[in-house]
């Protein structure tokens, strides 16, 4: 047992793709999806303190870069298939949690084994750090299903992507953050030319953000 197999694992996520299973114009592994998430995490965490907020970075970084390692095991499921009942989304969590555990317990030298159980447990909580992970989390979504929309890709999956992520980060609970996203970002966005007329969805849910999904 030894670090050796923690490190060869980031290979292993390297060749994970996000949204499996359906066409894309660009591919997405879940090693670079964490890396931008703590880009994200990073400008916004920035908003919050310049905002007045107290942001314990070691966690922030701890959190975003971490938070899908659990997908060397199980693979990326799709957005829409997580949120197709919530029932789901806590059965697939808890997989991912016994899995990370017994990897921990199996690999890890025993002298880091607190400190990973620590690092590698669920990141999305009530701590500003948490909601900060989330927001990113969801902006790579955005950004994501944004790529495809913009260049023509039609496949449902993907401006339901755009509308769940949307939706979750305008309804989350960081007003500076929130607010910047919704009249700085988000402006940005909808001045861009689109193959799919990303304009008229996304200004449909800004109008009525709290829709329930289909």
Not at 65 to 74: G, K, L, Q
Not at 96 to 116: A, C, G, L, S, T
Request: glycine share 4%; proline share 4%.
């Amino acid at each position: 047992m030894g670090i050796h197999r923690f490190f060869a694992s980031m290979n292993d996520l390297e060749r994970i793709i996000r949204a499996p299973g359906k066409f894309k114009f660009e591919e997405h592994n879940v090693a670079a999806h964490s890396w931008k998430v703590s880009q994200y995490a990073m400008f916004f965490g920035t908003l919050e303190e310049m905002k007045g907020a107290a942001v314990d970075w070691k966690s922030l970084y701890e959190k975003t870069i971490n938070h899908d390692f659990a997908e060397v095991f199980i693979g990326d499921i799709k957005t829409p298939v997580k949120h197709s009942s919530p029932e789901l989304k806590q059965m697939l969590a808890t997989v991912e949690e016994k899995m990370m555990e017994k990897f921990i317990h199996r690999e890890i030298p025993e002298e880091f084994q607190e400190v990973f159980f620590h690092r590698m447990k669920e990141g999305k909580d009530g701590t500003l750090e948490g909601q900060l992970l989330e927001l990113a989390d969801k902006l790579d979504q955005f950004y994501e299903a944004y790529a495809e929309l913009k260049r023509g890709n039609t496949e449902p999956d993907f401006v339901q992507m755009y509308e769940i992520a949307l939706k979750k980060i305008l309804a989350m609970p960081l007003e500076a953050s929130v607010a910047y996203f919704r009249d700085v970002i988000v402006r940005d966005v909808i001045n861009e030319k689109t193959a799919v007329d990303v304009k008229s969805l996304t200004l449909r849910i800004l109008e009525n953000p709290e829709e329930p999904d289909n």
